[in-house]
């Protein structure tokens, strides 16, 4: 059963930095795509950044190109999202989400899947970013 547990979510200032961090169990296949996707209250939810398992191919949204960066612990299964110059409207419950496939994932296949979703998503964590 795949399980994923985010956490490192809270109040930050704007300017401000957070960690992210996402530890993923319960699914075998080398090959996987893992990533963060965010939800603002009344808003859809928005994909924000992906990464392969295999080598490392990454996607960001415009919005947090720059700012955000995601990396990820083979050893531990464990992907993080380092989040600085964080703004008010990244304000946001983030999911972290994965989709186990059995190949090598393109730079394209990891773009599309952090726009259209995974298969697997955990409970979330909120961000808040407020003077």
């Known amino acids: 059963q795949v399980q994923l547990v985010e956490s490192g979510g809270g109040l930050v200032q704007p300017g401000g930095s957070l960690r992210l961090s996402c530890a993923a169990s319960?699914?075998?296949?080398?090959?996987?795509?893992i990533g963060w996707f965010r939800q603002a209250p009344g808003k859809e939810r928005e994909g924000v950044s992906c990464i392969s398992s295999s080598d490392g191919s990454t996607y960001y949204a415009d919005s947090v190109k720059g700012r955000f960066t995601i990396s990820r612990d083979n050893a531990k299964n464990t992907v993080y999202l380092q989040m600085n110059s964080l703004k008010p409207e990244d304000t946001a419950v983030y999911y972290c989400?994965?989709?186990?496939?059995?190949?090598?994932?393109?730079?394209?296949?990891?773009?599309?899947?952090?726009?259209?979703?995974?298969?697997?998503w955990g409970k979330g964590t909120l961000v808040t970013v407020s003077s």
């Open positions: 319960g699914f075998t296949l080398d090959y996987y795509a």
């Open positions: 989400a994965t989709a186990p496939v059995g190949h090598r994932l393109t730079q394209r296949e990891i773009a599309t899947m952090c726009i259209v979703g995974m298969d697997y």
